[in-house]
């Protein structure tokens, strides 16, 4: 088992949990408008969402493996390029980080875990990344495929659950913090940017 390449995971899961997604900024709007009971609601729907796209990766592409090394490859050089495209998705993007409460509806705890489970799952967006990001982080030589995602899946899901629930629970002084600072879009901004292209170069390596 190469630990190296679980603490890499790790790290690029918590940058990635850190950088300013439609996820996050959504939880953080719930909390700033609501409350953190609400916010904290969402975080755990998202989260839930994601075992359904580990068990989706991990059959299809455990199979895959078994199957065709170079095919595996190609895999991991498409997923490297999809990062790198969502890395020139994000220098295209504006720099500014809008926070505004007003047009996010009320709705209840139960509602909004269901929404959140419902917009993970069913967003191909996920899956994709999955696929781009996964495959690269195997860490084990003896340790099943499907088992190893699901480790992989795992560890993504408690890292951005902690990271998550902490951005549901300061919500109201990281709301305070975006508002002051102007230049903290910019600065996530390119965080974005290097973290994307910092993972599409580890998975090539």
Not at 182 to 203: D, E, N, P
């Amino acid at each position: 088992m190469n630990y190296d390449i679980l603490i890499s995971f790790i790290l690029a899961t918590t940058a990635l949990a850190f950088s300013p997604g439609p996820d996050n900024i959504y939880v953080l709007m719930q909390s700033v408008a609501h409350g953190k009971k609400y916010g904290l609601a969402t975080v755990f729907g998202l989260i839930s969402g994601c075992i359904v796209h580990t068990t989706l990766l991990a059959f299809g592409v455990s199979a895959i493996i078994k199957n065709s090394a170079s095919l595996f490859f190609t895999i991991k050089l498409l997923g490297a390029l999809y990062l790198l495209y969502l890395a020139y998705q994000v220098f295209r993007s504006p720099s500014d980080l809008t926070i505004s409460e007003r047009s996010v509806p009320k709705k209840s705890p139960g509602q909004l875990y269901k929404q959140g489970f419902i917009m993970n799952v069913l967003n191909p967006k996920v899956s994709i990344f999955f696929l781009a990001f996964f495959p690269g982080f195997l860490f084990s030589d003896t340790m099943s495929t499907v088992w190893q995602f699901y480790v992989l899946g795992f560890i993504f899901m408690g890292v951005s659950l902690i990271i998550f629930s902490v951005i549901a629970i300061l919500a109201g002084s990281i709301s305070i913090y975006i508002k002051s600072h102007r230049k903290i879009g910019s600065i996530l901004k390119w965080l974005q940017i290097v973290v994307f292209i910092g993972i599409a170069i580890l998975i090539l390596m």
